[in-house]
């Protein structure tokens, strides 16, 4: 059974900072690993996608590594902002299962991070 | 930008009341999820379709049902709802199973 565990729970900075927010797996057969964000109350925003094939994606100030055979990702956030101030999930994908047709997203419990001014 | 919509954002409704939450996306995508999160938790699926007239349960049980008639559309509806059931809940759709899931803004129900 696949387990999702981010690290850390909770991660409060001052503006400007550079921060990793870290997501580890526990099955390694996966098709790929994507990071959101989550407002308060809202749903959800995609913001990178890494194919199993990939080592990491680019899009912004963000950067998510993946290492498939440690069963690790992490998010890379640059001059952080207020403005990022959010949860961060991260999910990954299995091949299908278990009689089912599609490939289970399973999430992380998410990283609640806070960039102060 | 993702184009899928969930309506309502928010509804407060009473026991035993029938509720259909809508799901609607403009991207073509064959594949439609709906998931459920309790404050604070991690997301489960709970209903799944790969396309039109094809639809399976997902890995948290749940009193709810799916309909999949059009590509566009994937409501999901509580015949009588109990408080039980109050959590958001939250679609997404993508092109293939392995391809990048776009999500909607959430419905948070709530059934007093």
């Given at each position: 059974k696949q387990e999702v565990t981010q690290i850390p729970a909770a991660?409060?900075?001052?503006?400007?900072?550079?921060?990793?927010?870290?997501c580890s797996f526990?099955?390694?057969?996966?098709?790929?690993?994507q990071w959101f964000r989550q407002d308060p109350?809202?749903?959800?925003?995609?913001?990178?996608l890494i194919q199993s094939s990939q080592?990491?994606?680019?899009?912004?100030?963000?950067n998510a590594s993946l290492d498939k055979s440690s069963g690790r990702s992490t998010l890379y956030i640059a001059a952080s902002q207020p403005g990022d101030s959010a949860t961060y999930l991260c999910a990954v994908r299995r091949p299908p299962a278990g009689g089912t047709s599609y490939g289970k997203l399973t999430f992380g419990q998410g990283t609640i991070l806070t960039v102060h001014p | 930008e993702a184009?899928?919509?969930?309506?309502?954002?928010?509804?407060?409704?009473?026991?035993?009341?029938?509720?259909?939450?809508?799901c609607s996306q403009t991207m073509g995508h064959d594949k439609m999820y709906w998931y459920q999160q309790d404050p604070g938790m991690e997301l489960h699926l709970i209903h799944y379709s790969y396309g039109v007239n094809s639809?399976?349960?997902?890995?948290?049980?749940?009193?709810?049902t799916v309909?999949?008639?059009?590509?566009?559309?994937?409501?999901?509806?509580?015949?009588?709802?109990?408080?039980?059931?109050?959590?958001?809940?939250?679609?997404a759709s993508s092109v293939t199973q392995n391809t990048e899931a776009f999500f909607g803004q959430g419905t948070r129900l709530t059934v007093v």
């Open positions: 991660l409060s900075v001052p503006e400007g900072e550079n921060l990793v927010l870290n526990t099955d390694s057969a996966i098709y790929n690993l109350g809202k749903g959800l925003t995609s913001l990178l080592r990491e994606q680019t899009s912004g100030r963000l | 184009d899928i919509y969930q309506t309502p954002r928010y509804l407060v409704i009473g026991t035993g009341k029938k509720i259909t939450l809508e639809t399976e349960k997902g890995d948290l049980s749940s009193e709810s309909s999949r008639i059009r590509t566009e559309h994937f409501p999901l509806t509580l015949e009588s709802a109990r408080p039980s059931h109050t959590s958001q809940y939250l679609c």
